[in-house]
């Protein structure tokens, strides 16, 4: 068994006793102790070699400790200092604190004090580990959510992601809309850890995911009392992303109760926690997103327009996998690529006319649905190549070919009122199908204003399948 890593512990001070004692003592309960006498040695040494903490002289020639703890933290960031002082007054311990201190410590050194030392030492060594792994998981974060790192290379997507780079520079509100599946959580972690609120945190809260009654309490917390069950005080998801982003997913189900205090915290960034009466301020970045049609809401007074408007400062529209079929072949071998990383894996790829059939394919639940299919493809294929006997059945249909060329003009003639009158009809009806009957995206497709899109689908008695006429 190996023994335990001695934690590296540099104590600076120009008089050798202290050194010496300090050394003594650190020594004796299993540090690895180095040591400098004044700013230019303890420079050198944190440059040289990895050290855990810094005990630093509060009163030197030349540089004093406290300018040695900024130039130390130049160096490394996440590096604990802890002042030792013969002066120890209120006045000299709040301006090492405010120098980057972690703590401070009393000479002389006591016999007494070991254990109070002891303590110290270990808490401040723990709090740098804490802090610089914390560092290395956010900058793994940000690798992880750059936007290069997103899989695609369609126009549609490229002209999202060039969009939302910019978004990320900027502290405005965020109203990501799309097909469920299309990224848009995705997309929303790509804005925080591109954002000047990186280092803080992103706190996600699916609006459609907890119940009416318990959502207030999640978003804005509650008091004790405040109702049954509210034994303790319980801060809510706004008071967490303090400093950061908070993300709000499916936001139109959102109770039309909770719209108006979600309004409240937007233009004012205000809240009241449920049963308190005191009012709360908070800095935080909101990003919603939902895959309803937010405008159809409104005219159905379910969704408050002044809400929408506030959410809709910065708008982006996640389009369908079915939009951007150039990305397929990409998000396959990207899932197979993780499938290899993250397990054994010995499937070499897909056939290609198993690619094919997938690239057209609707794609309904778009790149989630994919990435499940890919999932079961590479649980049923033990080895080698998926081919196209080992897709689903519905996928091993051909699709059915589509008429898009003109009307023949037969011998006899035509009306041609009628047929223009039935293309027109044909068109409108894919573009409808096309965009799952959301008409803000299927006059879009058509070029058509969206009231004029209405006005014809009124006149022609157009409905969704199912619906009652």
């Known amino acids: 068994m190996s023994a335990t890593k001695k934690s590296r512990v540099l104590v600076v001070d120009d008089e050798e006793h202290y050194r010496s004692a300090l050394e003594r003592i650190l020594v004796r309960v299993g540090h690895e102790v ?12 944190v440059a040289a070699q990895p050290v855990d903490l810094v005990l630093c002289d509060y009163k030197m020639p030349g540089i004093n400790g406290l300018e040695v703890i900024r130039q130390i933290h130049e160096l490394a960031p996440d590096l604990p200092c802890i002042v030792v002082t013969g002066y120890g007054t209120p006045e000299t311990s709040i301006e090492a604190l405010r120098a980057g201190a972690y703590w401070y410590l009393e000479k002389p050194f006591e016999q007494e004090r070991l254990d109070v030392i002891r303590r110290l030492v270990e808490q401040a060594i723990e ?15 940000r690798s992880k959510y750059k936007f290069d790192s997103i899989v695609g290379k369609s126009a549609s997507l490229q002209k999202v992601l060039g ?16 097909e469920s599946g299309t990224g848009k959580e995705l997309i929303a972690r790509a804005i925080h850890y591109n954002s000047r609120r990186s280092d803080r945190m992103l706190v996600t809260v699916n609006c459609g995911a907890i119940p ?37 997913d499916e936001i139109g189900d959102m109770s039309p109760n909770l719209q108006v205090k979600l309004l409240r915290v937007l233009q004012e960034r205000t809240f009241e926690p449920v049963g308190s009466s005191k009012t709360e301020h908070v800095d935080v970045r909101v990003i919603a997103a939902t ?16 809400l929408y408007y506030r959410l809709n400062v910065l708008p982006v529209e996640m389009p369908p996998l079915r939009e951007r079929r150039d990305d397929v072949p990409l998000l396959v071998h990207h899932f197979l690529d993780r499938a290899r990383a993250e397990k054994e894996c010995r499937v070499l790829g897909l056939s290609d006319d198993a690619l094919e059939r997938l690239v057209s394919h609707e794609w309904p639940g778009n790149v989630r649905e994919l990435e499940n299919m890919m999932e079961r493809l590479l649980v049923l294929t033990s080895e080698g190549e998926i ?28 009306d041609f009122n009628d047929v223009v009158e039935q293309l027109e009809v ?3 009806l894919q573009a409808l199908e096309h965009t799952h009957w959301n008409k803000n995206r299927a006059a879009q497709l058509l070029g058509l204003n969206r009231t004029t899109l209405e006005g014809k689908i009124r006149k022609r008695g157009l409905a969704p399948p199912g619906s009652e006429s």
């Open 34 to 45: 180095f040591t400098a006498r004044d700013a230019s040695e303890a420079i050198a040494t």
């Open 127 to 141: 709090h740098g580990r804490l802090k610089s792994e914390n560092r290395l998981l956010q900058n793994q974060l």
């Open 163 to 178: 969009m939302v780079e910019k978004i990320a520079e900027t502290d405005s509100t965020v109203l990501i809309t799309g």
């Open 212 to 248: 009416e009654e318990l959502l207030e309490s999640e978003l804005f917390g509650h008091v004790k009392g405040a109702f049954t069950n509210a034994i303790q005080h319980r801060e809510g998801r706004f008071s967490l992303a303090h400093g950061g982003t908070i993300f709000l």
């Open 291 to 306: 895959n309803q049609n937010l405008p159809d809401m409104i005219q159905d007074k379910s969704f408050r327009e002044d």
């Open 387 to 414: 081919g196209l006997d080992d897709l689903p059945a519905d996928f091993r249909q051909p699709p059915s070919p589509r008429n898009q060329g003109a009307p023949k003009v037969p011998a006899s003639g035509l």
């Open 426 to 428: 044909d068109l409108i």
